[in-house]
C-alpha cells in the first residue's frame, strides 16, 4: 500500500531534527503514543553529520504508514528550512511542530484537534512547559499561564495582544493545513529567530484562534549543555543582528495589517524583555561588541513608540535611553542595576527638587525634556534611604597577584552625597565561603585607604591569600567577596563588580587546611551577576577521583542520602511540621512561669499597646521573662531587655507553647492552639470604622466549617480590652466574644495622649518633647500629621501614592506647617527631595503615639487614628477623596463618617487647602464634636490602662 492510498491522518507532526540521534526517538515516541491514534510523524533531518537520518529512517522501517523520515539536500543552519518541508510533505488536517529534543504530552493532539473542530479555529494554542532536565529536583516552568488559565476564542489577535507579544512560540500550537497553504504561510529561513515572524503571521492571518488550558509542550532545557542553543548564543553579535532583523519584519507586519496597537504592545515588551537579555552580557563584552551592538540597537530603538517607554519600570527605560545615546560611562553602571535591582550604581543628581540618574542630556536642547522624563528616578526614593540601607555599586578599578597577595582597589558610588566629605570611614574585605543557606567559613582583610572623591568612596586593600585563606577543599570550592564600608560607625555592604572583561585573572596559592592534594590555588571568575569570587583549583588527579566517586556506587548513596537529608530539612521546616511541632512537642513541655511574649502587628513592629504593657511592667520593676515577636532578617528598634524571636521560627514556637501570657495586638498564627493554662491578652489595634469579623460580607458566604474554624481562633481571648461602648456593639459583636472577655479599661497605648493633654490643660503649655528636636522641626512652625488608612493597590510593593500634590502643599503652607507623613506600615511612600524639611516622611516610627502628642493637628481618611488622636482634643481633618469607593465597594462602616466626624471632611485637595488655613479656627468650631466623639469612642481611655492591666494580671511578680 503506497502513502496516496493510504486514509489521510488527523495530524501531521513535523519533527525536526539535526545531529539529536539520541534524543530523536524519545521525540517520535511521544507522538506515536498519542491517546489520538490517527496521528503521522514527518521527519525532517537537516542533512546532520550524526546518524540521525539512519535512526529516522529505521523508525520509518519499524512503523510503516506511520512515520516518514525526509532529508533536505543541505544543511539550512536553522529551524525554517525543514519545517517548511514538513508542511509541504504533511498529509494531515493539521499541522504541528516538534523539535528532536523535546516531547509531545500525551493527550496534546486530541485536546488541540478537539478544539480546532469544536470552535473552526486556524491555531489552537495550548500551555508550553519548560522542563529543566538537568536539574536536581524537576524544576518545570510554564510558560505564561495567564494566557492559558482557562479556554477562549478569540476572532482576532486584537482582542489579547499579549498572546502576540509574549506567547511567540510555533511549537505548543496546532494549525489547519489549509490555512498554512492558503495563506502561504512559511518559515523565514537564512535567519535566527524565526518563530518569531511565523507565530505573528499566523496570528495576524488567523480568522479564529483557540486557546486551551491544557499542557500540550514539554520544552526540554538542559542548563549545562555543552552547545548553547541559539537564542542562548548572545555573545555572537550575529544573533543580535539578526533577533533586530526579526523585530523589524515583524512590525512591518503589524504596519502592513493595521495593528498598530499590536506594535505597541510589542515595543513596550522588547524595553522590558528582549532588550534586557542582551544587555545583561554587556558588562563581559569587549568595546568593539558594545560599539557594534549599539549601532544596531539604536536604529531599532528611533522606531520604538516613546509612550511605551511609561509601561516599563524606570531602570529599562534609562537603559534603553542611554544605548541609544551610546553614553557608555552611565549605561555600564545602569545595567549593573538592571542585573541587581536593589544596588544603587550611579552618583545621581538633584536638579529642581527632582532626582535623576545623571547630569548629562538633561541640558540637551534637541531631546531635554525626553531625557529629563526618562532619568528621573524621584519616586524610587533613593534621595530618602540612609546609608545602611543602600547596597552601592562597588566597581573594581584595579586587580595585580604578587607573591600569593591580590591587590585590589575600587570606588564605591556615592549617590547624592550620602557619604559626606568629613565622615569617619573604615572597611575591611570579607571572603565567605558559598554554601546554600549557610555562611561556611569567613576570613577577613582590613581595606588600607580609604578616600572620598565626591561622587566615589576609592579604597585600596590587600588580601594575603596565601596565608590568611584557608579553604578545605571541595566543600567550600567558591569564595564571595564582599566590602564592609563603616561611615561614621553606620554600616554599608558592598559586592565588588568587575565591569571591564579580563580585569581579574591568574592563580594564587593557599594553604588547605586538609592538604595541598585537595586543593592548592584559586582563581578569580566573575559570577553571572557581574560580582568577583574566588574558585579553588583541585588537582587533576583529585578532580578525576572526585568524578570517579561521584558517578560510582559511593557517589550514587551520597546523593541519596544527600537528597533524603535534604528532604528531611525541607519537612521539618514546612509549616505543616511546625504545627505539629507545636502542638505534640512543645506544647508538652511545662509552662514556664513568668514568660510573657509580645507582638505587635504580626511582628512587623515595636509599638502600640503590647510596647505600653511591656513598659509599664519594666518601669514597676517586675520579674518576669519577655519575649518580643518580630519579622524580617534583621529586627530593629526592638528593646535590648528582652528575647528576640523570628516569627514561625521553632524558637517562637517554643515560647509561645511555654508561655504564661499572650499579649498582642492583632492575632498570633491561626492554627496554633493556646494552651489552657496560658492566659491571652488581646489589646487589639482600633476602634472599628469598617466592618470587621463575622460583620463582614464576605465572612456571612463562607461555609459552617471555615466560620467555625474562624471563632476558635477568636475564641483564644481570654481578655480583650474595649475602650467604649462602641466597640462592644461593633468588634465584640463581630467576633462574637463573651461578656466576660471584655476588658473594659481602654487602650494602653492611649495612656500618653490622655496624660498629654492633662499636663498641657495645667499648665497651659505644649511640650513638643524630644521627637520634634530629632525631626528637626524649628519652634514656630505647626505640625500636621497626613495619617492614612491602608490601601490594597501599589503593586508588590505596596507604593502609596498622595492623593495630593506635595510639592504644591509644602509651596502653600511651608511657611506655617510642616507636615509629617505617616503611611499605614503594610504601604510606604516617597516624598520629593524638593519638599524637604517642610515635609518628613515619618512612616519608619514603629509607633505612631508619639507622633499624635507631636502633631497640632491630624489629616488622616478612615485610619482608626482619629479615635486615638482625638483624646488629645486638637484640630482633625477628614480627607475622604475616594469616600464612595471605601464605604460602597468595600465591607461597609457601622457609622457614617460624613455624619459623625469631628471636624471638616473634605472631598478635594482645593477643599483641604481651604479648611487647613487656620488651625484655630477649626480648633473652635469643632470642639463640642470632638468632646462628643471622645465621650462615645474613649470612654474608657483614662490614662491608667497600662497600669490596671499590670495590677491585675502581673502584679504578683513585684520583687519583695
Known sequence: MNEESLPAPDVSVVVIVYNDETRLPTAVRSVLEQTLRNVEVVIVDDRSTDGSYDVAGRLAAEHPGRVRALRLDRNSGGCGAPRNHGIAQARGTYVLFLDSDDVLERNACRNMLEAAETTGADLVSGMCVRVHVDSRNGKEVKWYPWLYARTRTLESISELPDLLVFDTLSTNKCYRREFLVEQGLEFPVGIHYEDLLFSAQAYAAARRITLIPNRVYDWNVVDKAATKSISNRRAEIANFAHRMEIHRRVDQLLADKGLLELKFHKDVKFLKHDLVLHLRDLPFRDASYREEFAAIARDYLESIDRTAFDEVEPIHAICAYLLQKSDWDNLLPAVDTLTNRDKISAPMVERDGRIYWCAEHLDDHLDGDFARHVLDVTDLGYHAKPVEKMFLRNVLTRYEEVAGTVRLAGHITNPLGVVPPGARLSGELEFAARRKGVRFQIFRFPVATLRHEGEAIAWEASADLARGLRPLGIVDAVWDVRLHLDVDGVRTTTRLTASEPGLADGQLPVRPRLTRLVADHVTPEISSRGHLSFRIVTREKVDALVEKGVRGAPGRFAKSGYRKAKEVRRKLTSGDTKIRLYHEVFSRLPVKKGLVVFESHLGRQYSDSPKA?????????????????????????????????????????????????????????????????????????????????????????????????????????DRFLIRSEHDVRTLARAFRLKEKTLLRVGYPRNDALVQARRREEEV?????????????????????????????????????????????????????????????????????????????????????????????????????????????????????????????????????????????????????????????????????????????????????????????????????
Request: hydrophobic share 40%.
Open 764 to 960: 497651659g503649655l505644649r511640650e513638643r518633647g524630644v521627637l520634634a528636636a530629632e525631626l528637626g522641626i524649628p519652634g514656630d512652625k505647626a505640625v500636621l500629621l497626613y495619617a492614612p488608612t491602608f490601601r490594597q493597590h501599589g503593586g508588590r510593593q505596596r507604593r502609596f501614592e498622595l492623593p495630593f500634590d506635595v510639592e504644591r502643599f509644602a509651596d502653600t503652607f511651608g511657611d506655617r506647617y510642616v507636615l509629617l507623613v505617616r503611611s499605614h506600615y503594610l504601604n510606604h511612600v516617597v516624598l520629593p527631595p524638593s519638599v524637604r524639611g517642610r515635609v518628613i516622611d515619618v512612616s519608619a516610627h514603629h509607633d505612631v503615639t508619639p507622633l499624635l502628642a507631636l502633631a497640632d493637628g491630624l489629616i488622616t481618611d478612615y485610619s482608626s487614628v482619629m479615635f486615638d488622636y482625638a483624646l488629645l482634643g486638637r484640630p482633625m481633618f477628614f480627607f475622604a477623596y475616594d469616600y464612595e469607593e471605601y464605604v460602597h465597594e468595600g465591607r461597609g462602616t457601622y457609622f457614617d463618617l460624613l455624619e459623625r466626624a469631628p471636624g471638616p471632611v473634605v472631598r478635594t485637595e482645593e477643599e483641604l487647602h481651604t479648611a487647613l488655613a487656620s488651625l484655630d479656627e477649626q480648633s473652635v468650631k469643632y470642639a463640642e464634636a470632638r468632646e462628643g466623639f471622645v465621650a462615645e469612642f474613649g470612654e474608657y481611655d483614662k490614662g491608667n490602662a497600662a497600669q490596671s492591666i499590670v495590677d491585675q494580671f502581673f502584679a504578683q511578680w513585684r520583687r519583695g
Open 613 to 717: 504593657i511591656y513598659e509599664e511592667m519594666r518601669r514597676q520593676g517586675l520579674e518576669f521573662e519577655a519575649v518580643w515577636s518580630y519579622t524580617g532578617s534583621s529586627p530593629s528598634g526592638f528593646p535590648a531587655d528582652a528575647t528576640l524571636v523570628r516569627r514561625w521560627s521553632l524558637p517562637y514556637l517554643k515560647a509561645l507553647a511555654q508561655a504564661e501570657f499572650w499579649v498582642d495586638n492583632q492575632s498570633y498564627p491561626l492554627k496554633l492552639t493556646k494552651r489552657p493554662e496560658t492566659t491571652y491578652l488581646q489589646t487589639w489595634h482600633g476602634s472599628a470604622l469598617k466592618r470587621m469579623g463575622f460583620d463582614e460580607p464576605e465572612w456571612k458566604l463562607r461555609p459552617r466549617p471555615e466560620q467555625a474554624e474562624q471563632q476558635r481562633t477568636l475564641d483564644r481571648f
